[in-house]
């Protein structure tokens, strides 16, 4: 496992609620167990300009914020969070974990904001040299279960109609079956349950 998973580059997303950050905590915790050189980050944000644009993007006062804004400010933190830290960590041979990624703003602002999917990918593919990881794996829930799972004040994003979120999981749905390297794991279970899931997905996986 150890050699398999040095310098890859590994994101769980899903919708608002589909415990994406629990799952990235204990799949770190895994690999530290099986000797993997492990890094993460968090995306938006982890660098000083991006923690600035994510300042921006998640204040829900900013209620006026276009479609468009929104997905060159994600691009934009994306694009420094890839030159600071996942590349070099890549060309250091560890294993990347991230929460979301460039299928966030597909499903979001591509897919329920409308943006469109192929233009997000488009603008990624130009703004750094990997946008799609080695795998993904999309924690699908329904809107009732991540709505239970969320507390706190919802920031911006979180904030938005229902309808959004509902166009936002067919949008996760739809790269699913899109794109290549990605796979879906049922996240409406307990989160043992879930964890057994990914781990036997990344266990199994035959990267290409």
Known sequence: MKNKLRGKFIVLDGPD???KTTQTKLLIQWL???AVPTETFRDPGDTDIGEKIRQILLNPEH???STSAEVLLY???RAQLWEEKIAPALTQKKCVILDRWLSSTCAYQGYAGG???EQVIKLAADSFKMPWPDLTIILDVDLETSANRLSGR???MEAKPRQYHQKVREG???LVRQQKNFLIVDAAGDI???QKKILRLISEVSFT
């Open 17 to 19: 609620g589909c415990g």
């Open 32 to 34: 530290g167990e099986q």
């Open 63 to 65: 209620i006026t914020m």
């Open 75 to 77: 691009m934009a933190a």
């Open 115 to 117: 943006f469109g999917i």
């Open 154 to 156: 919802p920031d911006r």
């Open 172 to 174: 996760f749905l739809e």
């Open 192 to 194: 043992e349950t879930v």
